[in-house]
């Protein structure tokens, strides 16, 4: 299937210049395409797949991938989106926020494949020792203000009189058609592809490569993804969900893709995963046959964190949620568990009182909160209805002591199918 149509199909196509062009070369040759990600902080953020996902897309397709980090345009920032003017960033910070996010590119496009490699650049490399004059004279020659103002990226802001839009930010689009007309030069690079809200920027540079390279270039974009409830995607109550595990771990990476709204789920799957669209037609089935099995959100959320962390440490974070269903303990690591803890309650006790015989588990499920009295926890605990780190516990002259803690310090005590605490030894 043609690249177009197979984007096409996933509802991946927000606009496109020359389309029909496009299409016959597209399926005719495997062209060069770029896409440009933003260095503002040290790791990209799942709003970014789309895009990258979109790259790897095109790769599989036999086409040649450019992922741009933008050592110069990140140091100037992109107006395009933002209500107000974003903070410079240091040299020092932009840098090491780009050897972080090259890692990441790294993780979902084929860099060592012998027939189309991606390639993976910086476009400070080609504006590094060009002067500011050459700039205007070689480069700002070839704009109208006048068109420049008009786009909505820098129009939005210009009629926002508290913010408006700096010298900075405005010549922002200068900077990113530079790049599609080195990329075209250098590269023979045909195709820019971004969010919708790049359009502006994209059709500068194809303008720009048409008039100093008398060459006919294109540019494509992807639509901006919201959730169900017209919402941000990629927002959640703690922030951004991060594609860096220092930033957001494995665990909360999967969950937020469990979590995803049964309105959203089928969109996403087709957005986010490689699923052939048959597969994704029979999930859509299922889901709407029977929506409890959160069939689709499971496929989805191993989908897209195998893409990301890899197929161990997604293992790991199913298996860290399985737990919350009653799922074993064995095997699973303190940092996954950590993660747990941050889930349900927690209680502290003093280690103390566990060392030698230790305390009575009646005790503990009282000051747990799980038991209202001591002769209520015998009587749940007789009944089967409570569980020691996921095992249930029928005797209820059952004693804890520092030898049942999870890790040296925390003990598991559910009631029941869903009611969890997490107690503290310290």
Not at 340 to 368: R, Y
Request: with cysteine; charged share 25%.
């Amino acid at each position: 299937m043609n690249i177009l149509e197979e984007l096409e199909g996933r509802g991946l196509i927000a606009d496109c210049t020359d389309r029909n062009e496009l299409n016959k070369k597209a399926g005719s040759s495997h062209i060069t395409l770029y896409c440009g990600f933003d260095p503002s902080a040290e790791s990209l953020h799942v709003g970014n797949l789309v895009p990258l996902l979109a790259l790897r897309r095109f790769q599989l397709a036999g086409h040649h991938p450019i992922a741009v980090t933008g050592g110069a345009t990140g140091s100037v920032g992109d107006p395009s989106g933002k209500a107000a003017e974003r903070q410079l960033l240091a040299n020092e910070v932009l840098e090491r926020n780009i050897a972080s996010v090259k890692e990441q590119l790294t993780r979902l496009l084929d860099f060592d494949t012998k027939t189309n490699p991606a390639r993976l650049v910086d476009n400070a490399s080609w504006t590094t020792d060009v002067s500011y004059l050459d700039f205007l004279r070689d480069i700002g020659k070839h704009f109208s203000v006048n068109q420049m103002m008009a786009k909505e990226s820098v129009r939005a802001r210009m009629e926002d009189r508290e913010v408006g839009i700096s010298y900075t930010e405005f010549s922002y689009m200068l900077l990113q058609a530079y790049d599609f007309f080195v990329l075209c030069r250098d590269y023979n690079c045909e195709l820019q592809i971004g969010g919708s809200d790049q359009w502006g920027n994209i059709t500068a540079g194809i303008d720009l490569c048409r008039k100093k390279l008398g060459k006919e270039v294109y540019g494509l974009t992807l639509p901006l993804i919201t959730n169900a409830d017209g919402t941000k995607f990629g927002k959640t109550e703690a922030g951004a969900v991060w594609l860096e595990a220092k930033k957001t771990s494995v665990y909360r990476f999967y969950q937020f893709w469990i979590r995803t709204d049964d309105l959203d789920v089928i969109r996403y799957l087709k957005y986010f995963t490689f699923l052939a669209r048959e597969e994704i037609k029979a999930l859509e089935k299922l889901h709407a046959k029977e929506p409890e099995a959160r069939a689709a959100h499971k496929v989805l959320a191993r989908s897209v964190t195998d893409l990301v962390h890899g197929s161990g440490a997604t293992a790991e974070a199913v298996r860290a949620s399985e737990i919350l269903f009653g799922g074993g303990l064995q095997g699973i690591s303190e940092t996954t568990f950590n993660e747990i803890v941050g889930e349900v309650p927690t209680k502290e006790i003093e280690k103390s009182k566990l060392d030698g015989a230790g305390s009575p588990l009646v005790d503990l499920l009282v000051h747990s909160a799980l038991s209202p009295s001591k002769g209520q926890a015998r009587k749940d605990i007789e009944g089967g209805g409570v569980y020691v780190n996921n095992v249930r516990e029928s005797k209820s002259n059952r004693t804890i002591s520092t030898n049942d803690l999870l890790f040296g310090k925390h003990l598991l005590l559910r009631k029941g199918k869903r009611n969890y605490v997490v107690v503290t030894a310290k």
